[in-house]
């Protein structure tokens, strides 16, 4: 049981709080935008600068989003707690394999863009790396029944490129 917490602390649930944007009006949606992103700002200015993302390219994603998607994709990630789970204890059982004990790396489920299902980021404060799992990404490419082993296979990418010194590209 010791393993489950020491991960809660590896894999980060960050997913829930985006979809409070279905409380504004869609006309409001890139005033929400804005705010998600400085209030996460630990994950997503990385997010934003690895896609070159600027504000009006942002809106022109989120616009594309439908309410009706949206609001599947939140009860739908309400209720896979089982694949978190099962993610969470994936990523223990191969603890040593990833070094966990350095602390050099951080899984992040997050809800953004959907640009692409896996995005590594270096840490805001340029020591380590944050890998950020988009569950709208995972949505739109009918993956997130591949939850873990996403997050098993991109822990293993940047455990890789820790240990090598490769830099990740964009």
């Known amino acids: 049981m ?11 649930e960050k997913s829930i709080e985006f979809f409070d944007i279905l409380k504004t009006d869609r006309s409001d949606w890139p005033v929400f935008w804005k705010k998600y992103c400085r209030v ?7 997010y ?4 070159d993302l600027d504000h009006e ?4 994603y989120l616009n594309g989003f439908s309410r009706p998607f949206l609001d599947s994709l939140r009860q739908e990630n309400e209720s896979i ?13 191969i603890g040593n394999e990833l070094k966990l004990k350095e ?28 890998v950020l799992i988009d ?16 997050a098993v296979f991109s822990a293993k990418k ?13």
């Open 2 to 12: 010791k393993k489950d917490v020491r991960m809660r602390s590896i894999f980060r």
């Open 40 to 46: 996460n700002k630990e994950f997503m200015n990385g």
């Open 48 to 51: 934003l600068k690895k896609h």
């Open 57 to 60: 390219k942002s809106i022109g």
């Open 81 to 93: 707690r089982e694949i978190k789970r099962d993610t969470v204890r994936n990523l223990a059982r």
């Open 103 to 130: 602390s050099d790396f951080s899984l992040y489920l997050i809800s953004a863009l959907g640009i692409e299902d896996v995005t590594i980021v270096e840490n805001i404060d340029g020591k380590g790396y944050i």
């Open 135 to 150: 569950i709208v990404s995972l949505k739109k490419n009918g993956k997130i029944d591949e939850l873990s082993d996403i």
């Open 158 to 170: 940047v455990r890789d490129i820790i240990d090598n010194g490769i830099k990740e590209e964009n």
